[in-house]
Protein backbone atom coordinates (compact mmCIF):
# COMPACT_ATOMS: atom_id res chain seq x y z
CA UNK A 1 0.00 0.00 0.00
CA UNK A 2 1.01 3.52 -0.76
CA UNK A 3 0.33 6.67 0.71
CA UNK A 4 0.22 9.24 -1.56
CA UNK A 5 1.34 13.06 -0.86
CA UNK A 6 -2.04 14.70 -1.93
CA UNK A 7 -4.81 12.61 -3.68
CA UNK A 8 -6.95 15.35 -5.19
CA UNK A 9 -9.19 12.92 -6.64
CA UNK A 10 -10.06 11.74 -3.07
CA UNK A 11 -10.69 15.38 -1.86
CA UNK A 12 -13.31 15.89 -5.15
CA UNK A 13 -15.13 12.68 -4.35
CA UNK A 14 -15.80 14.05 -0.74
CA UNK A 15 -17.53 16.81 -2.16
CA UNK A 16 -19.33 14.25 -3.80
CA UNK A 17 -23.00 15.21 -5.77
CA UNK A 18 -22.68 19.10 -4.71
CA UNK A 19 -19.73 20.20 -6.88
CA UNK A 20 -21.15 18.05 -9.37
CA UNK A 21 -24.51 20.14 -9.44
CA UNK A 22 -23.05 23.17 -9.77
CA UNK A 23 -20.53 22.68 -12.77
CA UNK A 24 -23.90 21.26 -14.56
CA UNK A 25 -25.41 24.56 -13.61
CA UNK A 26 -22.88 26.69 -14.76
CA UNK A 27 -22.09 24.73 -18.07
CA UNK A 28 -25.61 25.39 -19.00
CA UNK A 29 -26.45 28.67 -17.74
CA UNK A 30 -23.80 29.29 -20.63
CA UNK A 31 -21.70 32.35 -19.04
CA UNK A 32 -18.36 30.92 -18.52
CA UNK A 33 -16.39 34.34 -18.21
CA UNK A 34 -17.06 37.90 -15.68
CA UNK A 35 -20.43 36.52 -14.70
CA UNK A 36 -22.40 36.10 -11.42
CA UNK A 37 -20.24 33.34 -10.40
CA UNK A 38 -17.03 35.36 -10.47
CA UNK A 39 -18.71 38.14 -9.08
CA UNK A 40 -20.47 36.23 -5.91
CA UNK A 41 -16.93 34.40 -5.37
CA UNK A 42 -15.17 37.59 -5.04
CA UNK A 43 -17.60 38.85 -2.21
CA UNK A 44 -17.12 35.64 -0.51
CA UNK A 45 -13.42 35.00 -0.73
CA UNK A 46 -13.09 39.17 0.48
CA UNK A 47 -15.55 38.76 3.34
CA UNK A 48 -13.71 35.62 4.78
CA UNK A 49 -10.33 37.18 4.66
CA UNK A 50 -11.46 40.35 6.08
CA UNK A 51 -10.92 42.79 3.00
CA UNK A 52 -13.05 44.97 0.81
CA UNK A 53 -12.35 43.69 -2.32
CA UNK A 54 -11.33 40.65 -4.30
CA UNK A 55 -10.43 40.66 -7.65
CA UNK A 56 -9.86 36.95 -9.61
CA UNK A 57 -7.78 36.55 -11.78
CA UNK A 58 -6.18 33.37 -14.09
CA UNK A 59 -3.11 32.21 -11.73
CA UNK A 60 -1.39 32.90 -8.38
CA UNK A 61 1.68 34.85 -10.57
CA UNK A 62 -0.45 36.88 -12.32
CA UNK A 63 -2.12 38.12 -8.96
CA UNK A 64 1.40 38.52 -7.60
CA UNK A 65 2.50 40.41 -11.28
CA UNK A 66 -0.37 42.46 -11.87
CA UNK A 67 -0.48 43.60 -8.14
CA UNK A 68 3.56 44.80 -8.36
CA UNK A 69 2.04 46.27 -11.96
CA UNK A 70 -0.69 47.94 -10.57
CA UNK A 71 0.99 49.90 -8.66
CA UNK A 72 3.68 50.88 -10.85
CA UNK A 73 6.78 48.77 -9.86
CA UNK A 74 9.30 48.21 -12.40
CA UNK A 75 12.64 48.26 -14.73
CA UNK A 76 15.08 50.47 -11.34
CA UNK A 77 12.91 48.90 -8.89
CA UNK A 78 14.49 46.51 -6.20
CA UNK A 79 11.29 44.31 -4.35
CA UNK A 80 12.77 42.23 -1.27
CA UNK A 81 11.54 38.76 -1.85
CA UNK A 82 12.48 35.42 0.53
CA UNK A 83 15.37 33.66 -0.38
CA UNK A 84 13.61 30.00 0.27
CA UNK A 85 9.91 30.23 -1.47
CA UNK A 86 8.75 28.74 -4.80
CA UNK A 87 10.06 30.40 -7.84
CA UNK A 88 6.76 32.41 -8.22
CA UNK A 89 7.66 35.10 -5.86
CA UNK A 90 10.61 36.17 -7.81
CA UNK A 91 9.21 35.58 -11.01
CA UNK A 92 6.77 38.44 -10.45
CA UNK A 93 9.18 40.69 -9.92
CA UNK A 94 11.17 39.80 -12.90
CA UNK A 95 8.08 39.91 -15.28
CA UNK A 96 7.52 43.71 -13.98
CA UNK A 97 11.17 44.78 -14.74
CA UNK A 98 11.81 45.08 -11.47
CA UNK A 99 14.83 43.05 -9.64
CA UNK A 100 13.94 40.60 -6.57
CA UNK A 101 16.69 41.15 -3.69
CA UNK A 102 16.16 38.20 -1.64
CA UNK A 103 16.17 38.02 2.18
CA UNK A 104 17.32 35.40 4.68
CA UNK A 105 14.64 34.19 6.55
CA UNK A 106 14.57 32.80 10.03
CA UNK A 107 15.62 29.07 10.01
CA UNK A 108 13.17 27.85 12.35
CA UNK A 109 9.87 29.54 11.45
CA UNK A 110 11.39 29.92 7.66
CA UNK A 111 9.59 33.62 7.29
CA UNK A 112 11.25 36.45 6.71
CA UNK A 113 11.50 39.34 9.43
CA UNK A 114 12.33 42.71 10.25
CA UNK A 115 16.15 41.74 10.75
CA UNK A 116 16.39 39.99 7.35
CA UNK A 117 14.51 43.13 5.44
CA UNK A 118 16.75 45.13 7.24
CA UNK A 119 19.95 43.73 6.77
CA UNK A 120 18.57 43.13 2.29
CA UNK A 121 16.82 46.86 2.10
CA UNK A 122 18.37 48.81 -0.95
CA UNK A 123 18.35 52.11 -1.71
CA UNK A 124 16.33 51.29 -4.81
CA UNK A 125 13.84 49.20 -2.89
CA UNK A 126 10.26 50.02 -3.45
CA UNK A 127 8.10 47.13 -1.71
CA UNK A 128 8.43 43.88 -0.01
CA UNK A 129 7.14 40.48 -0.54
CA UNK A 130 6.58 38.27 2.31
CA UNK A 131 5.28 35.08 1.85
CA UNK A 132 3.59 32.91 4.50
CA UNK A 133 5.61 29.59 3.51
CA UNK A 134 4.17 26.33 4.07
CA UNK A 135 0.73 28.35 5.69
CA UNK A 136 2.31 29.69 8.81
CA UNK A 137 2.06 33.07 8.60
CA UNK A 138 4.50 35.68 8.30
CA UNK A 139 4.22 39.12 11.04
CA UNK A 140 2.25 41.01 8.86
CA UNK A 141 1.68 43.43 11.16
CA UNK A 142 5.66 43.81 12.09
CA UNK A 143 6.64 43.41 8.57
CA UNK A 144 3.71 46.43 7.38
CA UNK A 145 4.83 48.76 10.37
CA UNK A 146 8.76 48.06 9.18
CA UNK A 147 7.92 48.94 5.76
CA UNK A 148 5.77 51.81 6.32
CA UNK A 149 8.35 53.60 7.93
CA UNK A 150 10.45 53.84 4.63
CA UNK A 151 7.34 54.29 2.25
CA UNK A 152 7.52 50.46 0.86
CA UNK A 153 4.59 48.54 -0.54
CA UNK A 154 3.99 45.59 1.23
CA UNK A 155 2.09 42.73 -0.80
CA UNK A 156 1.60 39.52 0.94
CA UNK A 157 2.59 35.86 -0.93
CA UNK A 158 -0.65 34.42 0.32
CA UNK A 159 -0.97 31.16 -1.91
CA UNK A 160 -0.32 28.84 0.77
CA UNK A 161 -1.96 30.67 3.85
CA UNK A 162 -6.11 30.25 3.10
CA UNK A 163 -7.57 30.12 5.66
CA UNK A 164 -4.23 30.93 8.18
CA UNK A 165 -4.40 33.82 10.81
CA UNK A 166 -1.63 35.99 12.65
CA UNK A 167 -2.16 37.92 15.69
CA UNK A 168 -5.71 37.09 15.55
CA UNK A 169 -6.65 38.40 12.34
CA UNK A 170 -6.76 36.82 9.39
CA UNK A 171 -4.12 36.69 6.78
CA UNK A 172 -5.40 39.18 3.73
CA UNK A 173 -6.97 41.87 6.71
CA UNK A 174 -3.79 43.45 7.32
CA UNK A 175 -5.18 46.37 5.35
CA UNK A 176 -1.78 45.37 2.47
CA UNK A 177 -3.02 43.31 -0.61
CA UNK A 178 -2.72 40.10 -0.53
CA UNK A 179 -1.92 37.96 -3.80
CA UNK A 180 -3.99 33.73 -3.78
CA UNK A 181 -3.83 30.87 -6.08
CA UNK A 182 -6.49 28.48 -6.50
CA UNK A 183 -3.76 25.45 -7.96
CA UNK A 184 -5.90 22.59 -7.48
CA UNK A 185 -2.73 21.61 -5.01
CA UNK A 186 -3.50 24.88 -2.87
CA UNK A 187 -5.81 24.49 0.25
CA UNK A 188 -8.55 26.15 -1.77
CA UNK A 189 -8.03 24.52 -5.00
CA UNK A 190 -9.80 25.06 -8.16
CA UNK A 191 -10.05 22.18 -11.02
CA UNK A 192 -7.21 24.10 -12.87
CA UNK A 193 -5.31 27.55 -12.25
CA UNK A 194 -7.01 30.24 -10.52
CA UNK A 195 -5.62 33.24 -8.38
CA UNK A 196 -7.04 36.36 -6.57
CA UNK A 197 -5.82 39.38 -5.24
CA UNK A 198 -7.39 40.99 -1.86
CA UNK A 199 -7.23 44.44 -0.56
CA UNK A 200 -8.90 47.19 0.64
CA UNK A 201 -7.87 49.54 -1.65
CA UNK A 202 -10.27 50.67 -4.25
CA UNK A 203 -8.40 52.20 -6.71
CA UNK A 204 -6.32 49.80 -6.50
CA UNK A 205 -9.19 47.06 -6.85
CA UNK A 206 -10.50 49.17 -9.66
CA UNK A 207 -6.57 48.85 -11.70
CA UNK A 208 -6.51 45.35 -11.65
CA UNK A 209 -10.12 44.24 -13.02
CA UNK A 210 -8.36 46.69 -15.73
CA UNK A 211 -5.39 45.33 -15.94
CA UNK A 212 -6.81 41.32 -15.93
CA UNK A 213 -9.15 42.22 -19.31
CA UNK A 214 -7.16 43.56 -21.66
CA UNK A 215 -7.17 47.43 -20.04
CA UNK A 216 -10.47 47.28 -20.62
CA UNK A 217 -13.81 48.48 -18.82
CA UNK A 218 -15.71 49.19 -21.43
CA UNK A 219 -15.95 46.47 -24.27
CA UNK A 220 -13.29 47.51 -27.20
CA UNK A 221 -12.16 50.93 -25.19
CA UNK A 222 -8.46 49.82 -23.90
CA UNK A 223 -7.27 52.18 -21.51
CA UNK A 224 -3.67 50.58 -20.28
CA UNK A 225 -2.04 47.51 -21.35
CA UNK A 226 -3.54 44.84 -19.97
CA UNK A 227 -3.46 41.33 -20.05
CA UNK A 228 -6.10 38.43 -19.93
CA UNK A 229 -6.27 36.83 -16.56
CA UNK A 230 -9.21 35.87 -15.20
CA UNK A 231 -11.30 33.44 -13.24
CA UNK A 232 -13.42 31.77 -15.08
CA UNK A 233 -17.24 30.95 -14.00
CA UNK A 234 -16.65 27.35 -13.41
CA UNK A 235 -13.56 27.62 -11.10
CA UNK A 236 -15.47 30.44 -9.48
CA UNK A 237 -18.21 27.99 -9.02
CA UNK A 238 -16.14 25.37 -7.78
CA UNK A 239 -14.39 27.48 -5.26
CA UNK A 240 -17.58 28.71 -3.85
CA UNK A 241 -18.16 25.04 -2.94
CA UNK A 242 -14.80 24.41 -1.89
CA UNK A 243 -14.78 27.72 0.49
CA UNK A 244 -17.25 26.26 2.75
CA UNK A 245 -15.36 23.38 3.43
CA UNK A 246 -12.09 25.19 3.94
CA UNK A 247 -12.06 26.10 7.82
CA UNK A 248 -12.96 22.61 8.33
CA UNK A 249 -10.40 21.16 5.51
CA UNK A 250 -8.13 23.30 7.75
CA UNK A 251 -8.79 21.60 10.81
CA UNK A 252 -8.36 18.38 9.59
CA UNK A 253 -4.42 19.47 8.72
CA UNK A 254 -4.21 20.94 12.08
CA UNK A 255 -4.94 17.63 13.56
CA UNK A 256 -2.57 15.58 10.93
CA UNK A 257 0.22 18.02 11.99
CA UNK A 258 -0.40 17.54 15.97
CA UNK A 259 -0.05 13.92 15.38
CA UNK A 260 2.89 14.19 13.77
CA UNK A 261 4.67 16.66 15.90
CA UNK A 262 3.72 14.38 18.88
CA UNK A 263 4.79 11.31 17.50
CA UNK A 264 7.72 12.65 15.39
CA UNK A 265 9.23 14.54 18.77
CA UNK A 266 12.02 11.78 19.57
CA UNK A 267 13.04 11.43 15.86
CA UNK A 268 15.91 13.62 15.72
CA UNK A 269 13.87 15.34 13.08
CA UNK A 270 13.37 19.16 13.14
CA UNK A 271 10.18 19.46 13.40
CA UNK A 272 7.76 22.49 12.61
CA UNK A 273 6.26 24.47 15.59
CA UNK A 274 2.46 24.47 16.33
CA UNK A 275 0.66 27.48 16.21
CA UNK A 276 0.77 29.70 19.37
CA UNK A 277 -1.52 32.23 21.02
CA UNK A 278 -3.69 33.83 18.48
CA UNK A 279 -2.32 32.28 15.97
CA UNK A 280 -3.96 29.46 12.71
CA UNK A 281 -1.78 27.82 10.81
CA UNK A 282 -3.17 26.79 7.04
CA UNK A 283 -0.49 23.44 7.39
CA UNK A 284 -0.31 23.46 3.27
CA UNK A 285 2.79 21.66 3.89
CA UNK A 286 3.83 19.51 7.03
CA UNK A 287 7.86 20.21 6.25
CA UNK A 288 10.19 18.10 8.60
CA UNK A 289 14.18 18.88 8.51
CA UNK A 290 16.90 15.87 8.12
CA UNK A 291 20.73 16.11 7.52
CA UNK A 292 19.90 12.62 5.66
CA UNK A 293 17.22 13.76 3.95
CA UNK A 294 17.53 12.11 0.58
CA UNK A 295 18.02 8.82 2.43
CA UNK A 296 14.98 9.21 4.38
CA UNK A 297 13.08 9.84 1.73
CA UNK A 298 14.53 7.02 0.06
CA UNK A 299 13.32 4.88 3.09
CA UNK A 300 9.88 6.31 3.12
CA UNK A 301 9.40 5.22 -0.49
CA UNK A 302 10.39 1.48 0.08
CA UNK A 303 7.93 1.93 3.58
CA UNK A 304 5.42 3.35 1.08
CA UNK A 305 4.35 6.68 2.14
CA UNK A 306 5.39 9.10 -1.10
CA UNK A 307 7.25 12.48 0.07
CA UNK A 308 8.35 15.86 -1.94
CA UNK A 309 10.51 18.52 -1.54
CA UNK A 310 9.62 22.21 -1.26
CA UNK A 311 11.82 23.20 -2.68
CA UNK A 312 15.20 21.57 -3.69
CA UNK A 313 16.66 24.48 -5.24
CA UNK A 314 16.28 28.19 -4.15
CA UNK A 315 15.42 30.65 -7.10
CA UNK A 316 18.90 31.94 -6.69
CA UNK A 317 20.86 29.51 -8.21
CA UNK A 318 17.53 28.34 -10.83
CA UNK A 319 18.78 28.45 -14.24
CA UNK A 320 16.84 31.12 -14.94
CA UNK A 321 18.74 33.43 -12.90
CA UNK A 322 21.70 32.64 -13.80
CA UNK A 323 23.12 36.02 -14.70
CA UNK A 324 22.18 37.73 -11.83
CA UNK A 325 24.39 38.30 -9.29
CA UNK A 326 24.02 35.16 -7.27
CA UNK A 327 26.20 32.21 -6.50
CA UNK A 328 26.04 29.23 -4.93
CA UNK A 329 26.87 29.82 -0.86
CA UNK A 330 25.57 33.61 -1.09
CA UNK A 331 22.26 32.74 0.77
CA UNK A 332 23.40 30.33 2.95
CA UNK A 333 20.09 29.98 4.91
CA UNK A 334 18.18 28.89 2.03
CA UNK A 335 20.74 26.68 0.55
CA UNK A 336 20.75 24.85 3.87
CA UNK A 337 16.89 24.25 4.28
CA UNK A 338 16.76 23.15 0.19
CA UNK A 339 19.38 20.55 1.36
CA UNK A 340 17.81 19.65 4.81
CA UNK A 341 13.70 19.77 3.98
CA UNK A 342 10.77 17.14 3.36
CA UNK A 343 7.36 17.12 2.99
CA UNK A 344 5.23 14.34 4.64
CA UNK A 345 1.48 13.89 3.69
CA UNK A 346 -0.83 16.38 4.63
CA UNK A 347 -4.40 16.95 3.07
CA UNK A 348 -8.47 16.66 3.65
CA UNK A 349 -7.64 13.68 1.65
CA UNK A 350 -5.98 12.10 4.43
CA UNK A 351 -7.14 10.32 7.37
CA UNK A 352 -5.89 10.46 10.38
CA UNK A 353 -5.39 6.41 10.51
CA UNK A 354 -2.89 6.83 7.47
CA UNK A 355 -1.38 9.75 9.36
CA UNK A 356 -0.54 7.28 11.86
CA UNK A 357 0.59 5.09 9.67
CA UNK A 358 2.90 7.68 8.02
CA UNK A 359 4.17 8.81 11.19
CA UNK A 360 5.27 4.88 12.19
CA UNK A 361 6.63 4.70 8.92
CA UNK A 362 9.35 7.52 9.49
CA UNK A 363 9.76 6.83 12.88
CA UNK A 364 11.10 3.33 11.70
CA UNK A 365 12.66 5.06 8.14
CA UNK A 366 14.53 6.80 11.16
CA UNK A 367 15.88 4.25 13.57
CA UNK A 368 17.02 2.41 10.70
CA UNK A 369 18.96 5.14 9.62
CA UNK A 370 20.72 5.99 12.78
CA UNK A 371 21.53 2.07 13.24
C1 LIG B 1 1.67 28.34 -5.76
C2 LIG B 1 2.43 29.55 -5.39
C3 LIG B 1 2.45 30.69 -6.21
C4 LIG B 1 1.92 30.73 -7.60
O1 LIG B 1 0.61 30.33 -7.78
P1 LIG B 1 0.14 29.74 -9.20
O2 LIG B 1 -1.35 29.76 -9.07
O3 LIG B 1 0.70 28.38 -9.33
O4 LIG B 1 0.62 30.66 -10.26
C5 LIG B 1 3.09 31.82 -5.74
N1 LIG B 1 3.72 31.83 -4.56
C6 LIG B 1 3.75 30.75 -3.76
C7 LIG B 1 4.45 30.83 -2.44
C8 LIG B 1 3.12 29.56 -4.15
O5 LIG B 1 3.18 28.49 -3.36
Known amino acids: MTIPFLDLGA ?8 LDAELVRVARGGRYLLGEELL ?3 REFAHS ?3 RHCVGVATGLDALTLTLRACNVGAGDDVLVPSNTFIATWLAVTATGARPVPVEPDAS ?4 TEAGLEAAVTPATRAVVPVHLYGRPADTSAISAWAHGRSLLVLEDAAQAHGAVVGGRPVGSFGVPAAWSFYPGKNLGALGDGGAVTTDDSELAERLRLLRNYGSRVKYV ?3 SGVNSRLDELQAAVLRVKLRRLAEWNSRRQEIAELYVAKLVDTGLVLPSLPGQGEVFSWHLFVVRSPQRDALRARL ?3 GVETLIHYSTPPHVQPVYASGPWKSGDLPVAEELAATVLSLPIGPHLTLASAHLVAEAVKRATQELAG
Open 49 to 51: VGA
Open 301 to 303: RAL
Open 11 to 18: AYAELGEE
Open 109 to 112: TRNV
Open 40 to 42: AFE
Open 222 to 224: HEV
